[in-house]
């Protein structure tokens, strides 16, 4: 069965240092993972995803299936990076393009 | 373009109670989901279509039933609330099946907020 684990619930790190958001997922096949994102007062939103290997507003996403994992990371955070972030796996076998998605991580980015 | 939109944004039920939740989308996406997020949860698949008159259950479909008359709407229905079902409720649409491509996004609306009392 699919599984998205995001372990940290709350993750709060200081304006212009690294961050980084774990997800790891367990999927038997060939899965593709995106990370979502909410903002406040916002609806939620695709941020990127692993087949695309590109950078959004400093983003970057990594698949490593060796570890079954796809966590986000940006060197320097800025603050209108706070927001609620959502690991999401769509298995290919599965119905339309349906998402599993881990608990989230909400991310304070601290001035 | 609107997007996703939902109706309505908050409601109160009473046990035993029966409501629609409204969405529509104007991208002319032939997918469409229903997901409903408990507190400190993810989101989680009640139901999706894959085009007018194709509902199926997803992973939470209990307790509920959707239709897909038309490409734009897929409205959720909740026949006899229970407290369990007190959650937000997003829909979602996209435009492709899934595998490799840009048509995997999917685009979410608000979110209605219910609560079962």
């Known amino acids: 069965a699919q599984r998205v684990t995001q372990p940290e619930k709350l993750l709060s790190v200081f304006k212009g240092a690294p961050v980084e958001l774990k997800c790891n997922y367990s999927?038997?096949?060939?899965?593709?993972l995106f990370w979502y994102v909410q903002y406040s007062r916002q609806r939620l939103q695709l941020l990127l995803r692993h087949i695309s290997r590109e950078s959004i507003k400093g983003f970057t996403a990594d698949l490593n299936k060796g570890e079954t994992s796809f966590h986000l990371k940006k060197p320097f955070a800025q603050e209108e990076d706070s927001a609620m972030y959502y690991c999401a796996l769509s298995g290919r076998r599965d119905g339309a393009n349906n998402l599993f998605f881990g608990t989230g991580t909400r991310l304070t980015v601290i001035p | 373009n609107a997007g996703v939109t939902q109706t309505p944004k908050f409601r109160i039920l009473k046990i035993g109670q029966s409501m629609t939740l409204q969405c529509t989308q104007d991208?002319?996406?032939?997918?469409m989901y229903w997901y409903r997020q408990d507190p400190g949860m993810g989101l989680k698949l009640i139901y999706y279509s894959v085009g007018a008159g194709i509902t199926d259950k997803g992973e939470v479909p209990n307790g509920y039933n959707v239709s897909r008359s038309t490409t734009e709407d897929f409205p959720l229905r909740l026949e006899l609330a229970a407290p369990s079902q007190t959650s937000v409720y997003f829909c979602?649409?996209?435009?492709?099946?899934?595998?490799?491509?840009?048509?995997?996004?999917?685009?979410f609306g608000p979110g209605t907020r219910l609560t079962v009392l």
């Open positions: 991208m002319n996406h032939n997918y």
């Open positions: 979602a649409s996209s435009y492709s099946r899934g595998g490799l491509g840009a048509g995997n996004e999917q685009f």
């Open positions: 999927y038997s096949g060939s899965p593709e």
